[in-house]
């Protein structure tokens, strides 16, 4: 099992910087891939971004690229999500998970936090 904790949402305003962390416990992480999506009210789950824990592989979404960045600091087990930029539209709940391959598609992510809101004002 594994247990995901997102940290590190709040209230900023656009073009503002925002770091959301998850904390990770349980089961290793060698195996797996590390990801971020994000839910707005009345919209689907979107992909954010992920990592692969071994090698450190990256993936972004087209919306984020250039702003976000995802890192993982392996004595912590925590993976981050530094939030640069920011815009109106990033406005969501952030969802940390973790699943067996790096994938856009939530289907992928077997475990999953609570979630942490992140809200951009204009």
């Known amino acids: 099992q594994v247990q995901l904790v997102e940290s590190g949402g709040g209230v900023v305003q656009a073009g503002g910087s925002l770091r959301l962390s998850c904390a990770a416990s349980?089961?290793?992480?060698?195996?797996?891939?590390l990801g971020w999506f994000r839910q707005a009210p009345g919209k689907e789950r979107e992909f954010v971004a992920a990592?692969?824990?071994?090698?450190?592989?990256?993936d972004y979404a087209d919306s984020v690229k250039g702003r976000f960045t995802i890192s993982i600091d392996n004595a912590k087990n925590t993976v981050y999500l530094q939030m640069n930029s920011l815009k109106p539209e990033d406005t969501a709940v952030y969802f940390c998970?973790?699943?067996?391959?790096?994938?856009?598609?939530?289907?992928?992510?077997?475990?999953w936090g609570q979630g942490t809101q992140v809200t951009v004002s204009s």
């Open positions: 349980g089961r290793a992480f060698s195996s797996y891939v």
């Open positions: 990592v692969t824990w071994s090698t450190t592989a990256t």
């Open positions: 998970a973790a699943g067996s391959r790096r994938s856009r598609w939530s289907l992928w992510y077997d475990y």
